[in-house]
C-alpha cells in the first residue's frame, strides 16, 4: 500500500525514465537507420554540399543562372515579389480574424463555469453536452497541423489567400478557443456574481461581468498566435495557397537560388513587422 | 483584470484614447481582410462539394484493415522517433541559450547586456524561420536525411525554447535569490538553487507543449519526402482514399491528446 505522495512522485519518475528511455531508443533508431544520412556528415560531404547551396544561395557561385543578374540585387524583382508579400501579410491578417471571430462566437460555452451555471444562468443538460462538444472541436482543431488543414482544404476550395487563411485560421481557433476558455473560468467570478444578484440579465452580466475581464487577455493571445501565423503563412503557401510560400518552392525546383534568397528576406521582413507591430498593439491593450 | 480596475484620473484620457485607437486598428484589420479576399470568382472550385461530401463519408467508416494499421503504426513510430529526437536536441541546445540569454550568469554590468543582447538576437533569428523552410532549405543543402529533419526542427524549437527559459527566469520574485546571495551563492548557485526550482513546472509545461507541437511538425515532414503520418496522409488523399485519411488524422489527434494528458498529470503531480 503506498501512500498518495508517494504514488505521484513514482508517476513522475516514471514519467521521466519512460522519456528518457524513449530518447535513447529513438536517437539509435534514427543514427543507425538506412536514410540517417550521418556518413555524409561526417565524411564531410554534406557540408561540402551545403556550402555549395550557400555560395548560390547569395549567388557567388552563378553557374546555375548562367551569370544573369542577383534576384534580390534587382529592383524590379523587388516589386513583383511585393505583391506576393502583400498576399502572404494579408492571408495571415484574414486567418487570425476568422479564428478570432469563431473564438468570440463559442468561447462562453466551453468554460466549465459558465456552462455549469456558476457564473448564473441555466444549469442545463444541453449546455453540458456543448461544453463537451465544442471542447472536442478545440482538440481536434488544435491538433491538426496547419499543413494538412491546407492539404485538405485546397481538395474543395479554389487556389488562392482563402484555403490558406482557412486552413491557418482552424488551427488557430483550437489553440485560442482553448486558452481563452481556460481564461473565463480562471476569471475572477466576483463581479459577474454581484450584477447577477443586482438582477442583471444574462446579456448584461456577459456585456459588463465576463467581457471586461476577458477581453484584454483574448486580445493577447490572439496578437501572439498573429506572430506565429505569419511565420507560417509560407508554409501553407507550399500547397499552392498563394503567397510567398508557393514561389518559394517553385524557385526551389527550378534551382533559382537567388530568387530563393530574395523571398527569404521578404519573408524575414514581413515576420519583423509582425512582431514590432504586435508588440505595440499588445502595449496599447495594457494601458491602463 | 485591466479594464475593470479604476484608471488613475490623470490616465482616463489616455485610456479611453488609447482604447478607441486600438478597436479601430483591429475592426479595420478585420474588415481589410476580410473585403480583400476575390469572394466573387468562385470560392468553391468545380466539383468541391462533391469531394467535401466524399470525404465527410469517408468518416463512417474509417479504414482498419490489419494490413493498413500497419502501415499506421510505422508512420506513428516515425513522427514520434523524429519528434522526441528533435525536442532532445532542442533541449540540450535551448537551455543553455536561454540561461546565458536571460543573464542569469556573471556579474551585473555592461558586459553581461551585451552577452545576453547578442543569444536573444541569436534566438530570435532561429526561430524566425519556420521548421519546413529549414527542412527545404537544408534537403536541399544536406540531402535528404533524417538527421536534417531533426536538425530543421530542432533549431527554431531551441529558438523558441530559449527565448521562453530565459523569459522564465528572468520573471522570478527577487526576494528569495536576495536571500541566497547575501549567504554569499554564486550566481550560479542562484540559479541551481534559487531560479530554476522556482520556475521547474513552468519550464516543464511549456517543453510539454513544445513537444506537441514537435510531433505535428515532425509529421508535416513528409512535405520534403521523409516518412511518417503526414506522408501517408499525403499518399491517401491523392489516390482519394479519404476513410484512410480519417484513420490516420485519428491517430494524430490521439497521439497529441495523450501527450497533452501527459503532460497535466506530471505537472499536477508535481504541483500537489
Known amino acids: 500500500m503506498k501512500l498518495p505522495s508517494e504514488r505521484r512522485i513514482s508517476f513522475v519518475k516514471g514519467s521521466f525514465y519512460g522519456f528518457l528511455v524513449l530518447t535513447v531508443i529513438s536517437w539509435i533508431y534514427i543514427l543507425a537507420g538506412s536514410e540517417s544520412g550521418i556518413e555524409d556528415f561526417l565524411s564531410g560531404r554534406a557540408w561540402r554540399n551545403a556550402g555549395g547551396f550557400l555560395k548560390q544561395l547569395i549567388g557567388i557561385d552563378d553557374s546555375l543562372t548562367g551569370g544573369a543578374q542577383l534576384a534580390f540585387l534587382d529592383l524590379g524583382r523587388w516589386i513583383e515579389t511585393a505583391k506576393l508579400a502583400y498576399q502572404t501579410l494579408l492571408m495571415s491578417v484574414l486567418a487570425i480574424?476568422?479564428?478570432?471571430?469563431?473564438?468570440?462566437?463559442?468561447?462562453?460555452?466551453a468554460a466549465r463555469n459558465v456552462s455549469n451555471g456558476d457564473l448564473g444562468g441555466m444549469p442545463l443538460p444541453a449546455l453540458g453536452v456543448l461544453y463537451h462538444l465544442l471542447r472536442f472541436i478545440f482538440a481536434f482543431t488544435r491538433a491538426v497541423p496547419e499543413l494538412v488543414w491546407a492539404m485538405l482544404i485546397v481538395f474543395f476550395l479554389s487556389p488562392g489567400v482563402l484555403p490558406g487563411a482557412i486552413a491557418?485560421?482552424?488551427?488557430?481557433?483550437?489553440?485560442?478557443?482553448?486558452?481563452?476558455?481556460?481564461?473565463?473560468?480562471?476569471?475572477?467570478?466576483?463581479?459577474?456574481?454581484s450584477l447577477r444578484s443586482a438582477g442583471a440579465s444574462n446579456l448584461q452580466m456577459l456585456a459588463y461581468g465576463i467581457i471586461p475581464q476577458t477581453m484584454p487577455q483574448f486580445l493577447t493571445y490572439l496578437l501572439y498566435r498573429w506572430e506565429v501565423v505569419i511565420r507560417t503563412t509560407v508554409v501553407v503557401g507550399f500547397v499552392n495557397a498563394g503567397g510567398l510560400g508557393r514561389e518559394f518552392r517553385l524557385s526551389l525546383s527550378f534551382f533559382q537560388y537567388t530568387d530563393v534568397a530574395l523571398l527569404i528576406m521578404w519573408y524575414l521582413i514581413l515576420v519583423v513587422a509582425v512582431d514590432v507591430l504586435s508588440t505595440v498593439l499588445r502595449k496599447m491593450i495594457r494601458v491602463d | 483584470m485591466i479594464w475593470t480596475g479604476p484608471p488613475s484620473l490623470r490616465g482616463v484620457g489616455r485610456f479611453v484614447e488609447t482604447r478607441r485607437l486600438l478597436s479601430l486598428v483591429l475592426i479595420g484589420a478585420l474588415v481589410w481582410s476580410v473585403a480583400s479576399v476575390g469572394w466573387g470568382d468562385g470560392v468553391i472550385h468545380t466539383g468541391g462539394s462533391d469531394a467535401l461530401k466524399a470525404f465527410i463519408l469517408g468518416l463512417f467508416p474509417p479504414e482498419i484493415s490489419p494490413d493498413f494499421l500497419k502501415v499506421v503504426v510505422a508512420a506513428t513510430w516515425q513522427t514520434l522517433v523524429h519528434a522526441v529526437a528533435a525536442i532532445t536536441l532542442a533541449i540540450v541546445v535551448g537551455l543553455p541559450l536561454g540561461i546565458v540569454a536571460s543573464g542569469a550568469l556573471g556579474s551585473p554590468g555592461r558586459a553581461r547586456l551585451a552577452v545576453a543582447g547578442t543569444f536573444r538576437f541569436g534566438l530570435a533569428v532561429m526561430r524566425s524561420i519556420h521548421?519546413?523552410?529549414?527542412?527545404?532549405?537544408?534537403?536541399?543543402?544536406?540531402?535528404?536525411?533524417?538527421?536534417?529533419?531533426?536538425?530543421?526542427?530542432?533549431?527554431p524549437y531551441a529558438g523558441i525554447l530559449g527565448r521562453i527559459y530565459s523569459e522564465l527566469l528572468n520573471d522570478v520574485p527577487d526576494a528569495p535569490l536576495a536571500g541566497l546571495r547575501s549567504s554569499g551563492a554564486s550566481p550560479a548557485r542562484v540559479l541551481l538553487y534559487g531560479r530554476i526550482p522556482m520556475v521547474f513546472t513552468d519550464i516543464l509545461g511549456y517543453t510539454f507543449y513544445r513537444f506537441e507541437c514537435a510531433l505535428r511538425a515532425a509529421a508535416i515532414m513528409s512535405f520534403v519526402g521523409i516518412r511518417g503520418l503526414g506522408f501517408e496522409i499525403q499518399m491517401s488523399l491523392h489516390d482519394l482514399r479519404f476513410n484512410e485519411v480519417w484513420t490516420l488524422l485519428l491517430v494524430l489527434v490521439g497521439l497529441v491528446l495523450l501527450v497533452d494528458y501527459w503532460s497535466g498529470r506530471v505537472r499536477r503531480n508535481i504541483q500537489s
Open chain 1, 168 to 193: 491557418l485560421a482552424l488551427h488557430n481557433y483550437g489553440i485560442v478557443g482553448r486558452l481563452s476558455a481556460e481564461v473565463v473560468e480562471n476569471m475572477d467570478p466576483g463581479p459577474a456574481r
Open chain 1, 97 to 109: 480574424s476568422l479564428a478570432g471571430v469563431a473564438v468570440l462566437l463559442t468561447f462562453l460555452p
Open chain 2, 131 to 155: 521548421e519546413l523552410v529549414w527542412a527545404m532549405l537544408f534537403v536541399t543543402a544536406f540531402g535528404l536525411s533524417s538527421i536534417a529533419v531533426v536538425l530543421a526542427i530542432a533549431i
